[in-house]
């Protein structure tokens, strides 16, 4: 029997790797862990993104994988995207998307589950921040300092590297928790050779030179894919919601020894604050087998200003809600503070969320789940059993003008229509010739 392949895509600043730090902390363990338990031999893989690239060129990447994934072997495949990763996904299997792939993937049969964590289906107010006239400059200039200080400021640099140690040091010493800072110095900048300079930089140079994707994780932006990615008949959709719980003073006030993590709880709570600015009206209603889900899970039905810190917490509902949880963007990946030994991680959005070594394993068992189940189901047509394809869709009630309501939608050409009959009729070439004339005859001396 063939093994399946799952293929792991990051999102948004997905680095794959980084010297020795990682996007996806502990996922493939936990995967392999849970795939054991239900008896299915398969193969995790790796997508190597493009951080900020357009959602066009980082599906490029992800088909180039699959291409490689069915080349290489066979056996059915399943997608797991995280943040943006799962728009790029969702791109990268539409059989007609023209994508700039090196390698074409062309056997879309093989394909079984589409998996999305904490993605942003229908948009995130985030994005529209970031794409702003003041959003924009600022990472801009952020990346482009960091990086002529990497090419250029070898003395400043060199000492600013020691500095950082010191403190990272002494932070230890005096048992602060983990931190972002520790993982990026111990895995990144430990032994800063002139080839893990150069990795950095690149990857810097990259996020500073194309920001494209920012305005497509817009409302717009994403309205527009959503209209391009059809449900494709061969695969079953997963999605993970997530809630992050909102940020309070007393949060600062226990980080009150830690400047740090106090700084990052800051930087959560404004994050937070642009992701809940939400108007109900922007998502299609979930269907009935969503909405149990997730009031389920969170006892109640999430509220319009309900995130993960980056996306709206109903933004992220795709196909069957198979995990809710609360938890930030970047728990659900690792980077939530483990304190399993021999795998500590640090918490790099520090939202006190409450999610541990227990609900990181639960979360990953459950995505497990859900892809064995599909794994021994042989029934078809399989995509008639996708949840909630429908809420995409125009509203079958959008009245005409003058009318009754219609029946089966508005098309794009009938509303276009509906303009043009209400525009004054145009005027005659002779007229406006005979117009002109009369007017310059008068101003004449």
Known sequence: MSRHHVVLVP????????????YFVGVRQALERAFHR???????????????????????????????????????????????????????????????SEKKF??????????????????????????????????????????????????????????????????DAIGFKRTALDDFFSSVIADFSPERRAELIAFIEGVSRDQSLIFQLTAAGCDLLNASTADPSTLRYGSVVCAARPPRLSNLLAFKHDPYTQTMHALYAALHRIAGINPLERFPAPVPEQRVVLERAFGSFPEGSWSDGIVPTLSQIWGDVIHAARADHLDVVG??????????????????????????????????????????????????????????????????????????????????????????????PSRVIERAEGEAASRAP
């Open 38 to 100: 239900f008896s299915l031999n398969v193969n995790v893989v790796e997508v190597q993104t493009l951080p900020t690239a357009s959602i066009r060129h980082r599906a490029a990447r992800v088909e180039e994988t699959l291409a490689r994934v069915a080349e290489a072997e066979e056996g059915p495949i399943h997608i797991v995207g995280h943040s943006t990763g799962g728009l790029d996904a969702r791109l990268a299997i539409t059989p007609t998307s023209s994508l700039p």
């Open 11 to 22: 999102g948004f600043f997905g680095f794959g790797s980084l010297g020795e730090l990682t």
């Open 106 to 171: 062309e056997q879309h049969e093989r394909l079984r589950t589409l998996i999305t964590l904490n993605t942003p289906h229908f948009g995130t107010p985030v994005a529209s921040f970031f794409g702003s006239a003041a959003g924009y400059p600022l990472m801009r200039c952020c990346a482009g300092l960091i990086t002529s200080v990497l090419k250029h400021g070898y003395i400043p640099l060199g000492f600013g590297l020691r500095v950082g140690g010191w403190m990272v040091r002494a932070d």
């Open 335 to 428: 980077h939530y503070g483990s304190q399993r030994p021999g795998s500590e991680t640090s918490d790099w959005l520090p939202s006190r969320s409450g999610f541990d070594d227990l609900a990181f394993e639960s979360l990953w068992s459950d995505v497990a789940r859900f892809i064995t189940r599909e794994a021994t189901v042989v029934e078809a047509p399989r995509h008639h059993r996708n949840v909630g394809v429908e809420r995409t869709q125009l509203e079958l009630t959008h009245p005409r003008r003058g009318g009754p309501p219609a029946r089966g939608g508005v098309t794009a050409n009938e509303q276009a229509r509906e303009v043009l009959e209400e525009l004054p009729a145009p005027i005659e």
